[in-house]
């Protein structure tokens, strides 16, 4: 990939508050493919080491020490693989049959996944080669068929925990949402899901409104009186529960939100069949919102102009704000 629409580029924080440069995870959704196929492309790529975590998981350990996983995205049938039972028991045999059903009900809707380890931004263009192979072998995303609702989800650490930096970063996904949203060309399979919820419009005014710049104890109560899900096309609570724990978990005991400092970019779906597609089509996008959050005057102009389109009913229908976010407030 060498031509200018395929560059990753850079963001405008390099490094995160230690001074060590930011790391990006990434997780792809793919079936068409065997849990072993895919295993083999990704270890073969990474030169890695492969270790069994059950009979629906892989682990494979890079060149660098880092761990990569291939799994399938079934979190019971996962729990069930980790399990050795005795054949030659009336319980061993009905928990093999019924595992067995599991497995043949999900090889047709269940999607493999690979996740990255938070990778250096140095690291990127290793994901877009692992892309490609897997296309090659046959590697099919989301829209290549109707019952796909697949996903590609970005892990950007954050350059520093100050509630200023964390606001700014909201403020411009949730300016330039309606543009990424007809970027990424959510096919149908996704839309009915709940995956990536948009943000609900209370929530959306108060926190583009000229004055909102809380403190971090506000800022986590906010998102959490309207967002107490991890269904948001920016999921920010394994962020807030990094720097807050306790103060999550009085409004959510959901056990899948892990602590890490990183936004979770849910919005993108894996495409991953597709020669017009790879890290560069969510991952540039991203950067446009980094871009804009890190330019605080452009920021502000947008927060304005995005408040008055919000009070203008029949220019949202007509869909002009994107055109204006194209026109006006993008880097490129």
Known sequence: MSNEKTVLLDPPW?????????????????????????????????????????????????????????????????????????????????????????????????????????????????????????????????????????????????PDSRPETLSRFIKAFLCLYDWLYQRAQIDLSRQVTSYINPFPARYIKKVVSEDYWPDLEQLIDDYLIDNPTRNRALDCLPLFMHLDKARVRQTTDDPLIKPRPTFHYRLPSSEIHSPDWGLFTSWNDWVEVERLAADQKRLQACCQAYRKHLNRPIERLMGKWIQEIENLWLSQ
């Open 14 to 158: 390099l490094h995160n508050e230690q001074g060590s440069t930011r790391r990006v995870g990434v997780e792809i959704e793919m079936t068409g493919m065997t849990l072993e196929q895919i295993t083999q492309i990704v270890a073969e790529q990474l030169q890695g080491r492969v270790s069994t975590q059950g009979r629906y998981e892989r682990q494979i350990a890079d060149s660098q020490g880092e761990d990569w996983i291939v799994e399938l995205d079934f979190h019971l049938l996962k729990q069930m693989g980790r399990e050795e039972r005795p054949s030659a028991t009336l319980g061993g045999e009905l928990g093999n049959s019924a595992e067995d059903a599991l497995a043949w009900f999900a090889e047709s809707l269940v999607p493999f996944e690979l996740v990255s380890p938070p990778l250096t931004l140095d690291r990127l263009p290793e994901v877009e080669v692992i892309i490609q192979q897997l296309r090659k072998a046959g590697a099919k995303g989301s829209s290549d068929s109707l019952v796909n609702a697949f996903g590609m989800q970005l892990n950007p650490e954050v």
